[in-house]
């Protein structure tokens, strides 16, 4: 048997026996690698006799095809019982539970929860969640709701400003959930019945305020809304919130550009100790501003006040989630302390619907 056939004979023998893909490469390498067995009897073509070399060119070229065919063969062959191996060992069983720990672990945030639980509260009225962006301009803060430039309001809303735009505009960190009413009347004809809870930011630092804290706003606009509708609406959401049958309310006369007339609406309270009591007792707890919705803001947004009227309603969602949950220090909400959301936060999976009940 000539050289060649004698190694094409040990090369298959060596490529059957591998058994991983790195032995099989280290065979490779032994025979096709610069130094290799095969690529060795190539060089040596060059010192053979012209009648030789016809023969043995070939016959060399044809062994290296052969052993390279070989190898990717046996590759392909490694690789696919690897991959078998690999899915009788790794098996998903997607009908196992929940890990406990993640469960136990993870907690909702109070802002978070009592948003879920406002927002169930007006969906089952008919309301609809509308959302509008944090970066707000001038138009939607402040003009379009009746706060035209130089108006005392304006000062009052500590606003965040950006720098100003190349025309001298300036883009502005919303100040309240209102310019989300704008949106809401600017995207299609009335009638309008939506609730918007989000981010809202003032330049204000102190115990009892964050610069970035949240509301949800209330609007609904059609052609017989009535305060009447806006007094339901509040007692209602109040009953359902604070989980209690009856909730003393009473109306304060106030002032907002953007609602004509404004009201404030206090809830009856009961003061014992540390502890407030919602619904009852002798004490006013100021919780919203509200009101029917200006003619000039309904005008602002192409809405004639003749055929159509509103109300529209205010609220902090940061101090509801206090009193209803018996939160003592605001600032404490954002400063991300686990220790404090374990205590304070609530179960996953636990979404809030008024059937299932609100805060279990
Ligand atoms: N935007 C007001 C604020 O931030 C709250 C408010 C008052 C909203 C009366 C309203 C409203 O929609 O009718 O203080």
């Known amino acids: 048997m000539s050289d060649h056939e004698q190694l094409a004979r040990d090369l298959h023998e060596e490529i059957k026996a591998a058994g991983d893909e790195a032995t ?3 065979v490779r390498v032994s ?72 469960q ?34 001038d138009f939607h803060n402040f003009t379009a709701l009746n706060i035209p430039a130089e108006h005392p309001a304006r000062q009052m809303h500590d606003t965040f400003y950006f720098n100003e735009r190349e025309d001298g505009s300036r883009l502005v960190l919303r100040t309240h ?9 600017m995207s299609g004809p009335p009638p309008h019945r939506i609730v918007a809870p989000g981010r809202t930011y003032r330049c204000d630092s102190d115990q009892t305020h964050t ?4 509301q949800i706003e209330g609007l609904v606009i059609d052609k017989e809304t009535h305060i009447g509708h806006l007094k339901w609406v509040l007692e209602e959401f109040c009953k359902a919130f604070f989980e209690v049958d009856s909730v003393k309310m009473r109306f304060r006369p106030s ?15 009961a003061r014992l100790g540390n502890e407030i009591r ?16 200006h003619p000039s803001v309904l005008r602002n947004v192409d809405i004639d006040p003749d055929v159509y009227q509103g109300f529209a309603f205010g609220m902090g969602i940061d101090r509801l989630a206090m009193l209803k949950y018996g939160i003592p220090d605001l600032r404490a909400f954002f400063e991300a302390d686990l220790r404090w959301l374990r205590h304070y936060g609530f179960v996953p999976l636990d979404i809030p619907t008024l059937h299932g009940g609100l805060s279990r």
């Open 278 to 293: 919602i619904g009852e007792g002798e004490d006013w707890l100021e919780i919203l501003g509200c009101g029917m919705v």
């Open 211 to 214: 610069p970035m804290f949240h």
């Open 177 to 185: 959930t209102s310019p989300v009413q704008i949106r809401t009347m």
């Open 24 to 26: 099989l490469e280290a």
């Open 31 to 102: 025979a096709l690698g610069k130094k290799g067995r095969i690529s060795q009897l190539m060089k040596s073509l060059g010192s053979m006799d012209p009648e030789q070399r016809k023969i043995m060119g070939p016959a060399l070229n044809g062994l290296k095809n052969d052993i390279q065919a070989a190898i990717s063969e046996r590759q392909k062959a490694l690789y696919a019982a690897a991959l078998d191996a690999r899915l009788q060992t790794e098996k998903l069983d997607v009908t196992l539970p929940l890990p406990p720990s993640a």
């Open 104 to 137: 136990q672990m993870g907690r909702i945030h109070p802002v978070s929860q009592v948003m879920d639980e406002i927002a169930a509260i007006f969906g089952d009225m008919g309301l609809s969640i509308a959302e509008g962006p944090d970066i707000e301009d």
């Open 255 to 269: 002032h907002f550009p953007f609602t004509e007339p404004s009201f404030e609406m206090d809830i009856g309270c």
